[in-house]
């Protein structure tokens, strides 16, 4: 459960570090931001004063409304996007999202994976048959980081309407390439984890490392729940 709240806590300031970065862009839309950002630090105080996973879904899904709605406001002038639609998306965002989060998922599964832990053994998504749903637990504080390579895209105008097969209605291959490239830059770059810059891939193993630990650690025979 305490490792579940740590997943939490850092997707909440990962998401709040976005809004923020958002905030610096989109002046027109910084209140409401900044209202998402105030309800944001209310889900993190209760996230620390709770011990049930349904209350814990409950916080990460109302705080997770707030961002998305914020995101959407700030992105109004670059795509058509409402809000996070995960299964059978219509527009371009959504789609791109799902894509960038089935990245990250094949990364997390195979780190995961070296630390000799079993992906399909999860702690706080539901347990189903051949799906790595500890793989969906830790992607969790990584999901704002894949928004971001995305919503820096749509800015820069690097994915548009074009990238988009009329057919099909599923991301040109072009289009994947290009998400693909950006991802693995970004992905590399070097950002602050304990006091020392490491490359944001690293983030994803060193998280898999301390669970690793504390499963090893962890005190079973004194352990009377």
């Not at 879904?57 to 707030?66: P, Q």
């Not at 749903?133 to 820069?156: G, H, K, N, S």
Request: proline share 2%; hydrophobic share 35%.
């Amino acid at each position: 459960m305490e490792w579940v709240r740590q997943l939490l806590e850092l997707k909440l300031i990962h998401q709040q570090q976005n809004l923020r970065w958002l905030i610096n862009r989109f002046s027109s839309t910084a209140h409401f931001a900044k209202t998402a950002l105030d309800r944001m630090d209310r889900s993190r105080t209760r996230l620390q004063q709770e011990n049930d996973y349904d209350v814990f879904r409950g916080i990460e899904g109302s705080a997770s409304k707030w961002y998305w709605a914020a995101v959407a406001l700030s992105l109004k002038k670059h795509t058509e996007f409402d809000g996070r639609v995960k299964r059978g998306p219509k527009d371009l965002f959504n789609k791109g999202l799902n894509y960038v989060y089935g990245i990250t998922y094949g990364i997390i599964e195979s780190s995961l994976l070296m630390c000799g832990l079993d992906p399909y053994i999860g702690f706080f998504h539901v347990i189903q048959y051949d799906k790595p749903t500890l793989a969906y637990d830790q992607i969790e504080p990584f999901r704002p980081w894949a928004d971001r390579i995305l919503i820096q895209m749509f800015m820069q105008k690097m994915i548009t309407d074009e990238d988009v097969e009329e057919e099909t209605g599923l991301l040109t291959s072009d289009c994947r390439k290009k998400i693909i490239q950006y991802y693995y830059k970004v992905m590399h770059e070097r950002s602050l984890l304990n006091g020392k810059k490491i490359k944001r891939i690293d983030h994803i193993h060193y998280l898999s490392q301390t669970l690793a630990q504390q499963i090893r650690n962890y005190d079973y025979k004194n352990d009377h729940l």
